[in-house]
């Protein structure tokens, strides 16, 4: 409808000579209808260009505020135009007005924020990182921060070359430690975060020394009250068809509260420190795997199991043997336990990719989605009631994967209902050696065992 009415004012003079022209109109007439058409035609995209040059030079000039006079379309343009910008600038206020409360929340941050363009220079900081780095702001601004951290591998985080985290700690203050946070912003460059997380480190140290020392004082006790139940049940007493059960249920669970101290003590040892290179050895899983196959034979015959190996025999791991042992244990150990009779289970070690991969799948009746990222956790239990029947102390799979990340790999979980689950544990491919345990001088290979 508004083009219409835009257009009306340039068709009439049209109209009206084309009517003339049919109704006979003497040719003199015509020729000067249609030179004042033409003038009105001038008169008329003069007038247009004038508006428009009005329009744009208001709208250009932020400080005017009520649009000029008009009439026609233009008029209509003028209000359109009026109501758009007030909108733009109630909202521009509003932006300004969270802007400004964010920069106020960032600024009485106690963590340190750094943001930095592509090339690693500092574009914006708070003034908690202005202390940290002991920076004279705003002149620094624009100098890359690797100035003020020249390490190798703290330069290779700031460019996002290494992970996302990282903690390191400051000459002028030893007793702190930090922990660097990289978020990519695409082309609005890089935020860092610089959190101080000494106090959490102190509460963890403090957690890990309690448990080991709770653990290393409730191992001779418990050794002692097994000795005694062992020489019980030895005796007349074990015989007793009333106190022999007892006795006997006392041992069991006796046993397992040994489990899991001595679980609890390889956490704490495990989060303690790093692997020692002198207690590092060159260990052969596949052998390892052999170990345990035959420690639980009992169980795998008891319930029917088939257990398929896939082992290359040749390859090797540089790490603590008890580190190793801690994981093939509890893994075919689980699997044993939570897999029903006669079904299958299979164990793969081999290399690719670029990594070691230790596999243990089986055909149980699998872990739901909502526990998936859980069964790591400590003492967490899918089936409570399931677990206790089958022994156990929780503490399995935490072990695993404490134990991988120690040595910079992962644990990786995948399971399915009805269809069992397998649990795939990587190692970096620079702790792989070559080798062969046998005696004999054959060439390292590759075994399937049913």
């Known amino acids: 409808m508004n083009h219409l009415r835009a257009w009306v004012p340039a068709l009439l003079p049209l109209a009206m000579l084309l009517a003339w022209n049919f109704l006979g109109a003497p040719s003199t007439s015509l020729i000067s209808f249609f030179w004042a058409s033409v003038i009105f035609y001038a008169l008329w995209v003069g007038w247009h260009r004038q508006e428009a040059l009005r329009f744009r030079v208001w709208f250009r000039e932020k400080t005017t505020r009520i649009p000029p006079m008009s009439s026609g379309i233009w008029e209509e343009t003028f209000a359109e135009g009026y109501h758009w910008r007030r909108h733009q600038e109630i909202r521009q206020q509003q932006l300004n007005q969270q802007i400004m409360q964010l920069r106020d929340a960032l600024q009485t941050l106690p963590d340190a924020l750094v943001l930095m363009d592509e090339e690693g220079r500092l574009l914006w900081m708070n003034p908690a990182a202005v202390e940290l780095f002991h920076l004279h702001w705003p002149e620094d601004l624009g100098k890359p921060l690797s100035f003020w951290l020249r390490l190798p591998h703290i330069q290779e985080f700031l460019v996002g070359a290494g992970p996302g985290n990282l903690s390191l700690q400051f000459p002028d203050r030893p007793e702190a430690v930090f922990e660097a946070l990289r978020y990519p912003l695409g082309d609005a460059g890089t935020l860092v975060l610089f959190r101080d997380v000494s106090r959490l480190r102190q509460l963890e140290q403090v957690r890990q020394d309690f448990v080991a020392n709770v653990s290393h004082e409730l191992r001779s006790p418990l050794t002692v009250i097994q000795g005694f139940l062992e020489n019980l049940l030895d005796g007349p007493l074990g015989q007793d068809e009333e106190v022999g059960p007892q006795l006997r249920l006392m041992e069991e669970q006796g046993k397992r509260m040994q489990s899991l101290v001595e679980n609890l003590l390889s956490l704490a ?54 580190d190793i042992h801690s994981i093939v244990q509890n893994l075919l150990e689980n699997a044993v336990k939570y897999t029903p009779s006669g079904r299958d289970i299979h164990v793969r070690w081999t290399a690719g990719d670029g990594r070691l991969m230790l596999s243990v799948r089986d055909t149980g009746d699998g872990i739901s989605r909502e526990h998936l990222q859980r069964v790591t956790e400590r003492f967490y239990r899918v089936d409570k009631g399931r677990s206790r029947r089958v022994g156990g102390t929780g503490l399995g799979l935490s072990i695993v994967r404490h134990t991988a990340e120690r040595y910079a790999g992962s644990l990786r979980v995948r399971s399915e209902v009805g269809k069992g689950s397998e649990f795939t544990v990587l190692f970096p491919m620079d702790l792989a050696r070559r080798g062969n345990y046998w005696q004999d001088d054959e060439e390292a290979h590759v075994i399937k065992v049913s």
């Open 269 to 322: 040892r495990i989060e303690s420190a790093e692997p020692d290179p002198q207690r590092c050895e060159t260990v052969f899983v596949a052998q390892m795997v052999e170990r345990a196959r035959e420690s639980l034979m009992t169980s795998i015959v008891e319930k029917r199991l088939s257990l398929h190996l896939d082992l290359e025999f040749g390859l090797a791991l540089w790490a603590e043997p008890l």
